[in-house]
């Protein structure tokens, strides 16, 4: 409630913040278990990271059916987040133990490991850096080769520090973010912290028959090839394509 109640004392900033709505494209089957963390597309496949101790995994999956065509699982005293491709790599990062893994994205299998301070929560690349949130206001970008961390940018909503910014996705040089425990994904300028849009997915979990307090909307990867955005939560037996409308 708070977070919604500062979501509107700041939508009376004058700076335009543009409003969209959704509509469903098609739905897909989804891994009603999964309780996702991070998710991208690569060559004609999802890919998926989910968290909780002693469940969490990265896995490549069949659009069609949902299922795991390939995946590796984390260590039983991790708690996986978000993932993103670095050339050949994947990279995924850890909610609470500050240890960040590469995988393989042809094989899944493990190429290393890496440290970093504070918590792990999305991962998306930014041109050659790759951008971490960890559930506060700021976006921190990294040297993805050595984790040196570059800069913060805080993430402002009609001028106000905006927390709980989740899963993460660029797209056409924006990053598209999660807020947790809301029906809405915005759209960030990386470059100055400010918020272009506010996505309104009310409804979505409803319709995909999910319930509970940590089923809650995250996800977010984009085709580029073909234009398609896809979307899901954590134990959704749906995951979503979906086009932007009512933007205004």
């Given amino acids: 409630m708070i977070l919604f109640l500062a ?4 939508a009376a900033d004058p700076a335009p913040i543009e409003r969209c709505g959704y ?16 998710l991208f597309w690569q060559d004609g496949h999802l890919y998926e990271a989910t968290g909780q101790y002693g469940r969490s995994r990265v896995a490549r999956l069949d659009l069609e059916t949902g299922k795991a065509l390939a995946q590796t699982k984390l260590p039983a005293d991790q708690f996986g987040e978000g993932i993103t491709r670095w050339g050949e790599q994947i990279i995924g990062v850890t909610w ?6 590469r995988w393989s994205i042809e094989t899944l299998k493990p190429l290393g490991d890496f440290k970093y301070d504070g918590e792990g929560w999305g991962v998306t690349m930014v041109g050659d850096s790759l951008v971490l949130s960890d559930g506060s206001s700021d976006l921190k970008f990294f040297d993805p080769a050595t984790m040196a961390e570059q800069k913060r940018v805080t993430v402002r909503f009609g001028g106000r520090p905006l927390a709980m910014i989740n899963e993460l996705e660029t797209i056409d040089g924006q990053v ?12 960030i300028d990386p470059a100055t912290g400010d918020i272009a849009s506010l996505i309104d997915l ?3 979990k409803a319709d995909a028959g999910a319930s509970g307090t940590d089923s ?14 896809f979307v899901t939560g954590k134990y959704w037996p749906k995951l979503y394509e979906i086009a932007l409308a009512d933007c205004r």
Wanted: net charge positive.
């Fill in 23 to 38: 509509r469903i494209v098609r739905s897909y089957p989804h891994d009603a278990a999964s309780f996702t963390q991070g």
């Fill in 7 to 10: 979501l509107a004392s700041a």
């Fill in 176 to 187: 598209w973010a999660n807020i947790w425990m809301t029906d809405f994904i915005v759209r």
């Fill in 96 to 101: 609470q133990n500050g240890i960040g893994h």
């Fill in 202 to 204: 009310s409804g979505l």
């Fill in 216 to 229: 809650v909307l995250n996800g977010i990867a984009w085709d580029a090839k073909k234009k398609r955005l």
